[in-house]
């Protein structure tokens, strides 16, 4: 028996395994969002590309029917780096898990901010490991008792938005799958800004990390983006309020045009036949 067509064109035939009231159905609802405020900006969802890397974000890029490219453990964000350099013309989005960013994946991630390539970075940040039953990441709030810290985890957590700003991302700010519109409209904002965007996502995980009472407790919208570095990290390192939306919004050279200008590696490469000619002289064969 042939399977229902989705109703929605942007989901996939694959079941979704996500525990019920997980913060990643608000995230991806708000990234669906985006993806069709952007076709209306002019951006056909056939030139944004997705990466992930292994984790429960990671399932994102099984339900979301865009076309893209699984990643290893970590390393989603040279991956995202690569597809970016062969073909400018697409719009990147990397999905990863705080776990996969500040983990495994940190110095992808702080090279990729420094030289400020143009892709856009969105983490699950639910500061556990929620695919492998709760052990704690870089984000997990210090005590926080899980697996591998059953008597309360002794390490202070990373400030991520500090972390990315310091390292040099040019857009960066925080969202909550509690607050739909907003967060739609980060990730426009996000995959339209040229260069680095980083998009800190505060993603429940009604497992083994709920934290959606807290958060409905201490989030507040932030009026509008920080005018200079100094402000934007002040409002980065605020505890007792949690602000949410842009962060900080600024312009400079993006990698991928100072190392090629305006070349498009998939469209101007050398043909087959003259590479393997020049190769043969080189080889003198």
């Known amino acids: 028996m042939a399977k229902e067509t989705p109703k929605d064109p942007l989901i996939t035939y694959a079941e979704n395994t996500w525990c019920p009231g997980c913060g990643n159905f608000g995230l991806m609802t708000a990234f669906k969002n985006a993806v069709k405020r952007l076709e209306e900006h002019g951006t056909p969802r056939e030139r944004i590309v997705i990466t992930a890397g292994i984790g429960c974000h990671g399932k994102i890029h099984d339900y979301l029917n865009l076309s893209g490219f699984y990643s290893l453990h970590g390393r989603s964000m040279a991956t995202a780096q690569g597809m970016k350099l062969a073909n400018p013309d697409l719009k990147i989005v990397d999905f990863c898990g705080d776990g996969d960013a500040f983990g495994e994946g940190l110095e992808h991630m702080l090279f990729a901010a420094k030289r400020n390539a143009d892709i856009t970075v969105i983490v699950h940040d639910n500061a ?33 938005l500090v972390l990315l700003l310091e390292a040099g991302a040019t857009f960066v700010a925080r969202g909550y799958p509690g607050n739909q519109a907003q967060l739609t409209d980060i990730f426009v904002q996000a995959i339209e800004h040229e260069g680095f965007s980083f998009v800190d996502v505060l993603q429940p995980c009604v497992s083994f990390n709920n934290t959606y009472k807290r958060f409905n407790d201490i989030t507040e919208g932030l009026g509008a983006p920080a005018k200079n570095l100094d402000e934007a990290l002040a409002i980065s390192r605020q505890k007792e309020r949690l602000p949410l939306g842009v962060i900080y919004n600024y312009t400079r050279s993006i990698f991928h045009r100072e190392l090629f200008g305006d070349k498009v590696p998939v469209r101007d490469r050398t043909p087959f036949d003259k590479r393997h000619d020049a190769i043969r002289k080189i080889l003198k064969v």
Do not use: A, C, M, W
């Not at 929620?130 to 985890?153: A, D, N, V």
């Open 128 to 160: 556990v490991y929620g695919l492998t039953t709760g052990q704690f990441t870089p984000t997990s709030e210090k005590g926080y008792r899980g697996p591998s810290t059953p008597f309360g985890s002794i390490e202070d957590p990373l400030n991520p």
